[in-house]
């Protein structure tokens, strides 16, 4: 039982605004998880420090420029990976951050972003519009974001 698993380091950014948590929808198009909802951020590139990979990932996903206030959660999660179209585990830091300036304004890589209160989490989840990461994040947190 020698198999090697490929690892990748994820980072994702918990931002609220009256108390709703900003969500993007992932493109139809895209690879993995098409029009599910995640919360922003993305890969750490190699020898890419995480904060500085997720102030740039949010940045590009939303135009916003914000500052890591403190960890929110960690969770493992697999899927495909567009190098070598196999399946990679990742771990997926979330980050409490704060919006410092920037209008909000989403990449091409998603298509619709909502700010979402618990109850409206607890419905796109009953509903599968949610990634698995986003999933398994509000299982451990008990649906509170």
Known sequence: ????????????????????????????????????YE?????VDPGEFFD?????EFKEETNLDV??????????????????????STVQLMMNLEILSGELQISDEHDDFKWVSNEE????????MLTPTLRKTLEKRDFEI
């Not at 090697?4 to 198009?29: A, Q, S, Y």
């Not at 919360?39 to 890969?43: E, I, M, S, V, Y």
């Not at 403190?70 to 196999?86: A, G, H, K, Y």
């Not at 989490?121 to 599968?128: P, R, T, V």
Request: proline share 5%.
């Open 1 to 36: 039982m020698n198999d090697k698993k490929d690892w990748g380091l994820t980072v994702r950014g918990v931002v609220k605004k009256e108390g709703k948590t900003l969500i993007l929808r992932r493109h139809p198009k895209s690879r993995n998880n098409p029009h599910k």
């Open 52 to 56: 500085v990979a997720l102030i740039r």
């Open 67 to 88: 500052n890591i206030e403190s960890l929110f959660e960690v969770v493992q999660d697999e899927f495909i990976s567009r190098r070598t179209n196999q399946p990679i």
């Open 39 to 43: 919360l922003p951020g993305g890969k």
């Open 121 to 128: 989490l607890k419905e796109l989840y009953n509903a599968d």
